[in-house]
Structure formats: structure tokens, C-alpha cells
């Protein structure tokens, strides 16, 4: 018999590329570099999204936001994540908290922080004390040491309502 609770895991990475503004956790980062993807390639949203949707039983980004759909092209990860909090109630389910971490060698990302903690839990409709949001770097190893790209990690947990 299940618990209750169900936890999901979610990973995305994309490359830093010229021309675009750097978006992670809903905010513009002032950087030379912006993630290149078919949205505005915010993989900390990317991440949780999968998360949630995983632990919810309710597939990947995906399944639900494809990107050969050109309706999906250049949209804020923002409305990824309150469309994603909605499959999880539609699913049954309501979000415990949600954790990121965030894999950059650079722009320093700490004065962000809070401000993309505010993003996602109004997306969310969670409390700011249930979103999770941090860095770390690689120390100068592999391509996200050399700065070619930026990754995240998220976990989240849902509890099955009523």
C-alpha cells in the first residue's frame, strides 16, 4: 500500500550560446551567454517541471510541452511550471516542496537566489519556505567547468490529496 507521498527527480542541461539573455529560475541574470532551447532554456524550471511531473506519475516536459510544437517556442519556463503545477492537482496531487540545484561554473548566482525561490513558489501556489534553490560549480572540470553550459538537478515531493 502506498504511502501518500511520492518524490521525482529532474535533470536538464543546455548550452551557453551568444545572443540570448540567461535565464534560470524565471529571472534574467545579467551574463554575456544565454542557455540555447526552444523556450528560453531556463533548465532549473526545465528541471523541476520534470520533477513534479515525475512524481506525480504524469511523464516528462516532454510529454507535455513538446518542442517540435512551435507554440512552445521562445516561451517563459514560468508558464511551464504553473502548467505543470496544474497536472499535478489534475493528477491528484499537492506539492510538498520542491529542491534545485543549479550546475554553473559562472555568472555567480547567489544574489539570484531569492528572487527565483519567489518565482516558483507564486508559480507553484507554494509556500517560499517549501522551494529550494541553490549552486554549485564543478571547480573548472568537464563543460560545464569550461563554462559551455549550465545544468540542474530537482527534486520534488507530492503528497496525494484527500
Not at 507521498?5 to 540567461?22: E, I, N
Not at 529560475?25 to 526552444?38: D, K, M, N, Q, S
Not at 517540435?68 to 496531487?93: C, I, M, P, Q
Amino acid at each position: 500500500m502506498s504511502s501518500g507521498f511520492r518524490v521525482g527527480s529532474g535533470f536538464d542541461a543546455h548550452r551557453l550560446v551568444p545572443g540570448r539573455p540567461l535565464r534560470l529560475g524565471g529571472v534574467t541574470i545579467p551574463y554575456e551567454r544565454g542557455l540555447e532551447g526552444h523556450s528560453d532554456g531556463d533548465c532549473a524550471i526545465h528541471a523541476i517541471c520534470d520533477a513534479l511531473l515525475g512524481a506525480a506519475g504524469a511523464g516528462d516536459m516532454g510529454a507535455h510541452f513538446p518542442s517540435r510544437e512551435a507554440r512552445w517556442k521562445g516561451v517563459e519556463s514560468r508558464l511551464f511550471l504553473e502548467e505543470t503545477a496544474r497536472v499535478v492537482a489534475d493528477n491528484g496531487f499537492g506539492i510538498e516542496n520542491v529542491d534545485a540545484t543549479i550546475v554553473a561554473q559562472a555568472p555567480p548566482l547567489g544574489p539570484y537566489f531569492d528572487e527565483m525561490r519567489r518565482v516558483v513558489s507564486d508559480a507553484l501556489r507554494v509556500a517560499l519556505a517549501d522551494v529550494s534553490i541553490k549552486a554549485k560549480s564543478t571547480d573548472g572540470l568537464g563543460a560545464l567547468g569550461r563554462s559551455e553550459g549550465i545544468a540542474a538537478f530537482a527534486t520534488a515531493l507530492v503528497y496525494r490529496k484527500g
